[in-house]
């Protein structure tokens, strides 16, 4: 860093210093011009012409050349040129020298203390003003990103549970709420582009600010100073010194911008770190914790005794969940909880495993306080089997292993044994390597049942729970999984949650639950004897709603289970192979020549006012490199003036002129940022508003794909929208900027010397194959990791989701390490672009000085041949150098150009998609009268995600208008499948699905989905209030 600090001084030392040489000897010769033309009054008066003031200071450089004749100022001037010529060439060659090292840019005060002084008081309102603009950007960040989030939730809700929203219409008030979160985005877009304009134009001012105070402060040191002489050379590498400061600073305005957004993002996640946690469970110790250590608890089998625990939830602090409550599970004994919604049941599992910690009261294991234990190994002792079953995406072994992380081959399989599930798992195509999909879609709920509990009984708990572990399966799924559940309670302390009181009959004793404590409390039999008891009341409401199954002659328990594992063994088998081919195609997709930029500007049309005057500022931005350049060459042509009290009048005018200019430009950054940032901020929206709809416009089956998870998906949607962001709003602008003054500054340079403009303009060519080679390898990039990252994201949403699970089998660091493994996977692969781009970006460093040496290399020959005046040396010279400097920042930018790029690809890939079933399609009738009877009619039918499994063969089925019905069969079997093709989220693959005579397909699908009340298995809320719940998907209810 030190090196290219260096660097830069030299490079503007020499920069100073060869202008300055150019502008001497221009100097010299006008001299010598406009002595020629007052010779006969020199040699009549022997005094220099009128205005021309000898004094101490300047004696040797013009009292001398006043009193030389005619002949003697001729034979001097050509001795002048070779020394000239090599002051020249000594510079150039050092230009060459420093451009090797040349990376990084940096400012130093240099020569003149005096003219620094007055710089470092501009500079200091730069840096105040910077810290001003700092916060407003990221406060509106912050404002920004919380609107994001909440859209983000909105949409992980939504895709999570995507049946449910399109089996009750719901698409249209979830698309209203998603808009609404991004029209405030707008807003805070608006705003924070505005202030960074603001800032970008004062910066830019500034800049015209220094060179105007510096040039007019040094033509009064040249003629006041009483010290030394004061040269052009020492005021340009001085002036310029800071010019390059504020150049630089003006030229990381994009990436200051994404700084100060950075740190309002930065915000969320350290208040996220910085959370204060139960004070009595320190989350970083948990992390820490290492389970397998030598010193891990292995006696935890003792009495668990409830001692007066009393206990109210954070959300609920107003309504006890447990008061004073009293109750002893034996060791190696099963206790069962009973009791109606809400008494406590889940509460005491919560609170046994540490998720909460009690008000008052305590839990002990043989009279040691829990809170005694280290959580982890705590944790590690407990088996839990819930009544949702949390599967991750990941095979059957793992998710296994994840009971047991050091457990070995034969361990899992023999706990697959013990919960009755090996046999299943072994007639899978990839066996234990089997992936489940998100949240276990793959399996079935008896399935996943068994799975869950082999994962409790890997690591051979001594303590288990089961939280109502049947209630959500059918009945030849229960008797299965329950057998299993018998077996694993043997010899083991067990607490059972029961709603199912058929299943605890053979517990050793049972307590009842009523408001936090207990009612009653004994065995089975002692329970159901007394008269009046709560027990014995809810066993009987249980035994009148019991329906007697009349399927038992039609199926065995041994031809359920063979039929439920037939059903399952190629469910999953396409898994790994979508995985890859769709990596194929969305490299292949992406890659596809599209006219992407004509596409946005068509959503972006709205805007086109905005977009019009935004262009037009950039167009007219665009000139203030070659207006500076022609001023800068003007006010150096004015110190080539004999007469000093001319360069002051002369200076003070082009200086005016600077700063008017300066002015004028900050007014159109300004417009330009905010023009740009209103047509972006729009435009992400809409980008972002389509992709929401454009999702929940695609069928069913599209979702069943392992990379459309609603993880991928909300990725998706934020990954890319803020892709595009990038490049959407103001950093447009500043791209646009700085091809119109590239554009500018080559073509004024070829209208005033094209033989040395070309110097420039090769360098400027190469610059811009190498920003468009850096592009195309970052879109490239982009499209590949956005897989992964997508990967990444899904577990993050899975691991969130369920975090009690993840807590209670204590695999927290297993999941961070899954994670950045992930992570890692990005890294590896963009080690070879982000070579090829230190590369690039080295060659855009060194190119600047690079070039100054050719073009003054090129410039010397060109004067010596009277091809060139000075002037136009320092006019080309400064074109060059905007040029190349702004083409800079293009390439400084080209990263977020190429992702931006692969994010727009990604969006129209989307948007062009054609569902097979169009959730949002108005096309097809209504029926008048319907009555809602139903014919399946020779229906067979194959799930797109697992085309070899037959779900429905031939099924032949008529319902008669008011008919109650009813379904039953083993696990997979095609019950849920029925209900799907009813509420049309797949079509038939054969046969036909007739409501009412009509074809299901031909019925508009909003109204059929209106006239059809689902509830399901696993009910779903969403984070509305109770009456929005309960009215979701309708329009014009009141609350009555």
């Known amino acids: 860093m030190l090196g290219a600090v260096v660097c830069v001084l030299a490079n503007v030392i020499l920069f100073g210093r060869i202008t300055g040489l150019f502008a001497t000897t221009s100097f010299a010769v006008d001299c010598h011009s406009q002595y020629e033309n007052s010779v006969s009054t020199i040699i009549n008066n022997s005094v220099c012409p009128f205005g021309i003031d000898i004094n101490p200071l300047n004696y040797d450089r013009l009292y001398k050349l006043c009193h030389y004749d005619n002949k003697t100022i001729s034979s001097t001037l050509p001795s002048l040129t070779p020394l000239f010529r090599e002051n020249v060439m000594h510079i150039v060659y050092l230009f060459f020298g420093f451009s090797i090292l040349m990376f990084l840019c940096a400012s130093l005060e240099y020569i003149c203390w005096t003219t620094a002084t007055k710089r470092q008081t501009s500079r200091m309102s730069v840096l105040l003003f910077r810290s001003l603009i700092q916060r407003i950007i990221t406060k509106e960040t912050k404002a920004q990103l919380s609107t994001y989030s909440n859209a983000g939730q909105i949409a992980q809700e939504v895709f999570s549970s995507l049946r449910t929203v399109l089996s009750f219409n719901g698409s249209k008030s979830q698309q209203k709420q998603y808009e609404k979160e991004l029209k405030l985005n707008e807003w805070y877009t608006v705003r924070k582009d505005a202030a960074f304009g603001a800032f970008s134009g004062w910066l830019s001012f500034i800049n015209f600010v220094v060179y105007s105070i510096g040039f007019t402060f040094g033509s009064i040191l040249m003629s006041y100073r009483n010290h030394r002489t ?410 080539n003036d004999c007469k000093y009290t001319d360069i002051r009048r002369r200076v003070l005018i082009t200086s005016g002129l600077l700063i008017l200019t300066g002015v004028i430009f900050m007014i159109l950054n300004f417009f330009q940022f905010v023009t740009f940032g209103i047509a972006g901020a729009k435009l992400v929206s809409r980008l972002r508003s389509k992709a929401f709809a454009c999702f929940l416009r695609q069928e069913v089956a599209y979702f069943d794909r392992p990379e459309n998870s609603s993880g991928a998906i909300c990725t998706h949607l934020s990954s890319n929208a803020a892709a595009i962001e990038d490049m959407a709003g103001s950093r447009l602008g500043v791209i646009c900027q700085a091809l119109s003054m590239s554009t500018f500054g080559v073509l004024l340079g070829f209208f005033y010397n094209w033989r040395l403009t070309i110097t420039v303009a090769i360098p400027f060519v190469i610059l811009l194959i190498a920003s468009i080679i850096q592009i195309q390898l970052r879109s490239r990039l982009k499209t590949q990791s956005d897989f992964i990252y997508s990967q990444a994201s899904t577990l993050a949403v899975e691991v969130i989701t369920n975090m009690r699970t993840v807590k209670q089998l204590s695999i927290e660091n297993e999941v961070l390490q899954q994670y950045s493994n992930m992570i890692d996977q990005v890294l590896i692969m963009s080690w070879k672009p982000d070579a090829l781009s230190t590369i690039v970006f080295a060659l855009f460093w060194t190119m600047e000085p690079l070039t100054l040496g050719l073009l003054y290399w090129r410039a010397l020959a060109l004067v010596e041949n009277n091809e060139l005046d000075m002037s136009s040396v320092v006019m080309v010279s400064a074109f060059g150098m905007f040029a190349l400097g702004t083409l800079k920042v293009i390439g400084m930018l080209a990263n977020r150009i190429g992702a931006s790029f692969a994010a727009a690809h990604a969006f129209f890939d989307l948007f062009d998609r054609i569902p097979t079933i169009d959730n949002e399609s108005n096309k097809g009738q209504e029926l008048n009268n319907f009555s809602g009877e139903t014919e399946f009619n020779q229906v067979k039918f194959i799930y797109p995600s697992r085309p070899t499994v037959l779900v429905l063969n031939k099924l032949q089925l008529s319902i008669k208008s008011g008919q109650r019905i009813a379904l039953v069969g083993a696990s997979g079997c095609g019950k849920s499948t029925i209900v799907q093709l009813l509420e049309r989220f797949y079509d038939v693959t054969h046969g036909e699905l007739i409501l009412d005579g009509v074809d299901i397909r031909q019925l508009n699908l909003q109204w059929l989905r209106s006239r059809l009340g689902v509830v399901s298995q696993e009910p779903i809320l969403f984070d509305l209030t109770i009456a929005e719940n309960i009215t979701y998907g309708l329009e014009n209810i009141s609350i009555d």
């Open 230 to 639: 004061l040269t052009i050379s020492e005021i340009l590498v001085v002036v310029n010194m800071f010019a390059q400061a504020l150049g630089l600073l003006n030229s990381i305005g994009p990436f200051f911008l994404s700084i100060s957004e950075a740190q309002g993002a930065a915000v969320s996640v350290f208040r996220l770190i910085d959370e204060v946690h139960d004070e009595n469970l320190n989350e970083k110790e948990i992390l820490e914790e290492n389970i397998f250590d030598e010193k891990s608890i292995s006696n935890i089998n003792g009495d668990i005794e409830f001692d007066n625990v009393s206990f109210s939830y954070p959300s609920r602090e107003n309504l006890p969940a447990l008061n004073n409550l009293k109750l002893i599970a034996r060791a190696n004994q099963t206790t069962a909880l009973v009791g109606s919604s809400g008494c406590g049941k889940s509460t005491c599992v919560s609170l046994l495993l540490r998720y909460y910690e009690s008000f008052s009261g305590r839990i002990t294991i043989d009279g040691q306080s829990i809170t005694d234990y280290k959580i982890k190994q705590f944790r590690q002792n407990i088996g839990v089997v819930s009544q949702e079953p949390i599967l991750f995406g990941i095979s059957i072994y793992e998710n296994i292993r994840f009971g047991k992380m050091n457990a070995t081959r034969a361990e899992i399989e023999k706990a697959a044994e013990q919960a009755n599930a090996h046999n299943f798992i072994m007639k899978l195509p990839n066996k234990y390597e089997t992936l489940v999909g998100e949240r276990g879609i793959q399996l079935s709920g008896g399935e996943k049942q068994r799975i869950a509990l082999a994962r409790a009984l890997v690591k051979q708990p001594n303590i288990l729970l089961l939280d109502e572990a049947t209630s959500a399966l059918d009945n030849v799924s229960e008797k299965i999984v329950q057998e299993a559940l018998d077996r694993a309670c043997k010899n083991r302390t067990t607490i059972v949650i029961a709603h199912r009181l058929t299943t605890i009959q053979n517990a050793d004793y049972i307590y009842v639950l009523d408001k936090g404590g207990v009612i009653e409390e004994g065995t089975h039999e002692t329970l159901l004897a007394k008269e009046g008891g709560k027990y014995q009341t809810m066993v009987k409401m249980q035994q009148s709603k019991k329906t007697i199954n009349t399927q038992d002659g039609l199926m065995n328990m041994v031809e359920a289970v063979a039929a439920d594992e037939e059903q399952l063994v190629e469910r999953v088998r396409l898994l790994s192979e979508s995985e890859a081919i769709n990596i194929n195609q969305r490299v292949s997709i992406s890659t596809r020549n599209k006219s992407v930029f004509l596409r946005l500007l068509k959503m972006n049309s709205p805007e086109w006012m905005f977009i019009l005057i935004g262009c037009l500022a950039c167009l007219l931005g665009g000139l203030r490199g070659p207006m500076f350049s022609i001023l800068f060459a003007k006010i150096i042509n004015e110190f």
